[in-house]
């Protein structure tokens, strides 16, 4: 595996400071928080278009001989099939999925896309900065070099998410040459995406073109761009010019937490069963063969039930409590019952919307003096 570490600035970082980016930290990343003004963010975000950097999550490609049939042990839902080619579009379908140890702990979740072809297989996955360690190593030690390697391309791509209804009409154009119809990516599911042109899938390539991705890790229309560095700031610097607005890693976290998806590094980690975090309908295909921590997986599936789940909670028009914070028993004992990982102040909720981890049965629960409601997660 090529021993080259993540960034610690965004590739796009001087574009966003120049247009007024407050900076924050993310993991040992340097993000930007906002633009100065956090409620037209969202509301761009919401009634038209924002743009997001997303570049701080890493990009893998694995190449090799056999690196399909080497992920099929790691990863645990379904593989991505082979894109196909239509003219000079190329289009697929990525997959969500969990990687975990022996004893079905979250080493991180990820997404894979085949971006390959019959003579050339090869896989993009796209990982959270916080699992990006533990995910190294993990693939270092399962993943045979001569059938499978990793290389990461985190320096040489970037990526950003073009959130909002009018996202499509600009997407289609700049990103994708006028060459795929709007309706196309208006019906696409989560993880569908599309290229202009033939990619190259060489095992030393990168990314060739401009790769649009759909996401539903935030609530409204939004779509993930991947490809080489300086297309991305490209394309970044076309949409500001054209009235997209800048948006930061703030407003981000609001639209995720409003759509009631976890974060791995916030709302999982490595004491996390994919179970506990309500993402097995997503992550787990529970028709493949063996991975590691399947045997978990089925026997919580057949057998048992975890003991706490992530739920969300509308706190109402609160000061926002702190991450962390502790949920007590309703009965007034005093017992801890669950705890907060994303808080967030939620135009959409018209108040505080957390997500948190509470012990199994618990519908109600105290947070200081105020009983909060406890509903559960989507798969």
């Known amino acids: 595996m090529t021993d080259s570490s ?21 993991h040992g990343q340097s993000l930007i928080r906002h633009f100065g003004d956090p409620s037209a963010e969202y509301a761009a ?41 239509c003219g000079d579009v190329t289009s697929g379908n990525g997959t969500y999925h969990a990687v975990l140890t022996a004893k079905g702990k979250m080493i991180s979740d990820l997404w894979a896309y085949q971006i390959g072809n019959e003579e050339s297989e090869v896989y993009l996955l796209d990982v959270p900065v916080a699992g990006l360690s533990g995910l190294r190593e993990h693939l270092q030690r399962f993943l045979p070099p001569r059938l499978a390697t990793v290389r990461d391309v ?38 569908a ?59 981000w976290t609001t639209l995720r937490v409003e759509a009631g998806r976890p974060v791995f590094g916030t709302d999982m980690d490595e004491n996390t069963l994919p179970p506990e975090a309500g993402i097995v309908d997503r992550a787990i295909d529970q028709t493949k063969g063996c991975y590691t921590g399947q045997e978990v997986i089925v026997r919580i599936r057949d057998r048992g039930h975890v003991n706490r789940q992530l739920r969300l909670m509308g706190l109402g028009d609160i000061p926002s409590p ?8 309703a009965d007034g004992s005093g017992k801890v019952v669950g705890q907060l990982t994303s808080v967030v102040q939620s135009p959409r909720a018209q108040g505080v919307l957390a997500m948190g981890y509470v012990r199994r049965g618990v519908s109600e629960a105290f947070l200081d003096d105020r009983m909060v409601v406890v509903d559960p997660m989507e798969g």
């Open 322 to 329: 702190k991450m962390g914070a502790e949920l007590l028993a």
């Open 6 to 26: 993540m960034m610690s600035r965004s590739l796009l970082a001087d574009l966003m400071e120049e247009a007024g980016g407050v900076v924050t930290e993310y």
């Open 193 to 251: 995406w599309f290229c202009a042109g033939v990619m190259d899938s060489a095992p030393d390539a990168a990314l060739g073109g401009l790769v649009v991705v759909r996401t539903e890790e935030v609530w409204p229309n939004a779509w993930t761009v991947y490809g080489p560095s300086d297309a991305i700031r490209a394309l970044w610097s076309s949409l500001v010019a054209e009235g997209t607005k800048p948006a930061g890693q703030g407003v």
């Open 45 to 85: 975000a919401t009634e038209a278009a924002a743009v997001f950097d997303r570049s701080h999550r890493a990009r893998l490609m694995v190449s090799g001989r056999s690196p399909g049939q080497m992920l099929t042990g790691v990863l645990t839902g379904q593989m991505p099939k082979m894109p196909s080619v």
């Open 154 to 191: 985190s320096v040489e791509t970037a990526a950003i998410s073009i959130v909002g209804p009018d996202s499509i009409l600009s997407l289609t154009r700049l990103a994708l040459g006028l060459r795929v119809e709007p309706s196309s990516l208006d019906v696409a599911g989560e993880g």
